[in-house]
C-alpha cells in the first residue's frame, strides 16, 4: 500500500504560480511512477504529468507544457507539480497517484490515489 497526501492548492490569480506537494508513505516509492491527474468541475478526471521512478523521464499533456514542471524527491518522497501562468481554466481539483506501469498516462494503471487539492485561478 502506498498512502499519498497532496498540499499546496489554493487560489492565485491567473498567471500566477502554485506548487502542488504529494508525499508518500507505505510501499517503497521509488518503485513507482508518479502522476498528476486534475478534475474540473463538470468534467471527467484528466491526466496532467507523469514522471518516472528515477526522474529521469517526464511527460505532459500538451495543454501545460512549458508551463508545468514535475519533480520528485526519493529521499523525502515526494513529488511536486510546479504550475506557472495558470489560466482560469486550470481550475480544479488536483490529484497525485502511483502506478507500477512505467510512464503511464492511463488513470487505470493508477493503483494508489491521494484526496485531491483544490486548484482555483481567477480571472
Known amino acids: 500500500q502506498v498512502q499519498l497526501v497532496e498540499s499546496g492548492g489554493g487560489l492565485v490569480q491567473a498567471g500566477g504560480s502554485l506548487r502542488l506537494s504529494c508525499a508518500a508513505s507505505?510501499?517503497?516509492?521509488?518503485?513507482?511512477?508518479m502522476g498528476w491527474f486534475r478534475q474540473a468541475p463538470g468534467k471527467e478526471r484528466e491526466f496532467v504529468a507523469a514522471i518516472s521512478w528515477r526522474g529521469g523521464n517526464t511527460y505532459y499533456v500538451d495543454s501545460v507544457k512549458g508551463r508545468f514542471t514535475i519533480s520528485r524527491d526519493n529521499a523525502k518522497n515526494t513529488v511536486y507539480l510546479q504550475m506557472n501562468s495558470l489560466k482560469p481554466e486550470n481550475t480544479a481539483v488536483y490529484y497525485c497517484a502511483a502506478t507500477p506501469v512505467t510512464m503511464s498516462a492511463t488513470q487505470n494503471d493508477y493503483l494508489y490515489w491521494g484526496q485531491g487539492t483544490q486548484v482555483t485561478v481567477s480571472s
Open positions: 507505505g510501499r517503497t516509492f521509488v518503485d513507482y511512477t
